[in-house]
Every structure is written in structure tokens, then in C-alpha cells.
């Protein structure tokens, strides 16, 4: 039987995605959808609750909104926290799930061993570098059995409760959950694909946002505090910016 399942999507200034992403999450037959706001200074909040009140005389899943701290890993803690599914999925305001993503996750998860997993990843723009990126993203997960945050984790929630949901970082956050996630039960890598912006490695360049990507990673796995790195990272790409 088909076990409940929440989406939830953390958003900060989502104002040219949001939309589209609703719109389509909602109609692949999840059980709720919750947006929770970072505190976005666009109109991204008014534009959640307008398809919110607009989706309900539609008989479209519920959408909801709600408010929490800045920070990726406190706003995805307080959706789950006002969820009611028993499997929670976390989707980012730029990615869209494959078509038939609900029904490959209740085929996982009917297998009692497996305690989550994630999807392959590919760009809402294909070129040579977002090909490369994509492929080298899904190698690196299935050999690491880590998750990033743009390829859709989903968990069961006792699991997500046991382990105390996200930790509160401000970068690696989806690093840190999914090798927490590996230690609780067998986790899989779905080869459907969801869709990502590739808005993020176009600002600075495919090149350099790897890079960037690679040290990142690196002084995280050799100790560097995750505060330090999102310093870094903020000054990377304001300079990239101006």
C-alpha cells in the first residue's frame, strides 16, 4: 500500500520559479505540498498564496505555506515538522520531478530495507557543459552514496525523526543528512532524472562553479566549519556578481 508523501520546498527569492514548479508538482498526484519561506524579499510569498487559494476549487493537493528562520536546512526541518506524510520529499523551488515520480518512490519504498533515496540529475538547458556537470553529479552519487540537495531526497519520516532532520548548517547540509541516511538503512540513486536550473553554474561559469564545487567539498571533508565555508562562498559569488 502506498504510504503518504509530503513535498516540501524551501524558498528564498524564488520568484521566477516557483510558479512553475507548483504547477507541476502539483498535479503528480503527492499528497501535500508545502512551501516554506526563508523570508524572501520578492514576491515569492504572494505567489505561493495566490496559486494556493487558486489550486483549492481546482481539486488540486493541498498547498501550503509557512515561515521559518533563514537557512535551507531550518526551513526544509520546519516542513517536515508540519507534515503529514510518512515519506518526505525535499524538492527544490528550481527542479521539477519526472512525471511518474510518486509511483517509482512507492515502488522503493515498498522494498522495507530501504530507508530513502534520490534521483539523477540533468539541466533545464542542455549544452556540453550541463551534460558533463549532470554526468559527473550522478557518477559521483552513486559512487559516494551521497545526495546533493538539487536531486530530490526523500526519506521515511520515522527515519528522518530518529536521525534529528537536517542539521543546522548553512552549507553541506544534504552532504551531511544523506551520509547520516547511508548509516540507518540501504538508500538508492533512481536513474529517472528531475530538471534543475543551471542558473547557478552559468553565474560564475561552468568551470569555476565546478572548481568552486570540488574545494568546497573538500575542506568540508577535511574539517573545515560549513560557517566558514558559506562565508567563502557568499564572497565568491558577490565578486562573481559584481
Known sequence: MAMPISVIIPTLNEERTIIATLAHTAGLGFDELIVVDGGSADETPA???????????????????????????????????????????????????PNDAKRMIDITLADQRIVGGWFDVRFDHPSIWGTI????????????????GDQALFVRRPIFEQMGGFADMPLMEDIEFSRRLNRKGATTALTATVTTSFRRWELQGPLRTILLMWALRFLYWVGVDPHRLAQFYTAVREKARG
Open 47 to 97: 505567489l505561493v498564496e495566490s496559486y494556493r487559494v487558486s489550486a483549492q476549487p481546482s481539486g488540486l493537493r493541498p498547498v501550503r505555506l509557512v515561515t521559518a528562520p533563514c537557512g535551507r536546512a531550518r526551513q526544509m526541518n520546519e516542513g517536515a515538522k508540519v507534515s503529514l506524510g510518512e515519506v518526505l520529499l525535499f524538492l527544490h523551488a528550481d527542479t521539477q520531478l
Open 133 to 148: 556537470i549532470s554526468r559527473m553529479m550522478n557518477w559521483r552519487s552513486r559512487l559516494s552514496g551521497l545526495s546533493t
